[in-house]
């Protein structure tokens, strides 16, 4: 059965960093478009970025301005979210999806993704 469970979630301070993992069993990481999504309290989950392709490709949402990385170990079938300089605003729940015909112009549209983790809760407070 495919899964894929986010890891590396937990309380940091204001300016701290944290790097999540996306785990996979059933199904391997380097066919697929991965892709990073989190949602807040009270608000609409919202895409954070994708690593896509044969030659990893990245798509990033504009507000990570260069705070946040996604990378691919196919070794370990993994998916890194690495992510800086974190704010409070960055508080919420963290998900990875999957899909096979995702990436490219429309990675951020969340009905492309096919397998989706349970999340990771990351929480930014001094």
Avoid at 26 to 54: D, M
Avoid at 55 to 75: E, H, Q
Avoid at 107 to 123: F, P
């Amino acid at each position: 059965q495919e899964q894929l469970v986010e890891s590396g979630g937990g309380s940091v301070q204001p300016g701290g960093s944290l790097r999540l993992s996306c785990g996979a069993s059933g199904l391997s990481l380097r066919y697929y478009a991965v892709a990073w999504f989190r949602q807040a309290p009270g608000k609409a989950r919202e895409a954070i970025g994708c690593i896509a392709g044969s030659w990893d490709t990245t798509y990033y949402a504009d507000f990570v301005k260069g705070r946040f990385t996604i990378s691919r170990d196919t070794t370990k079938n993994t998916v890194y979210l690495q992510m800086d300089s974190l704010q409070p605003e960055d508080t919420a729940l963290y998900y990875c999806a999957a899909g096979n015909h995702a990436g490219g112009p429309s990675w951020y549209r969340e009905r492309i993704y096919d397998y989706w983790g349970q999340g990771t809760q990351v929480t930014v407070s001094s």
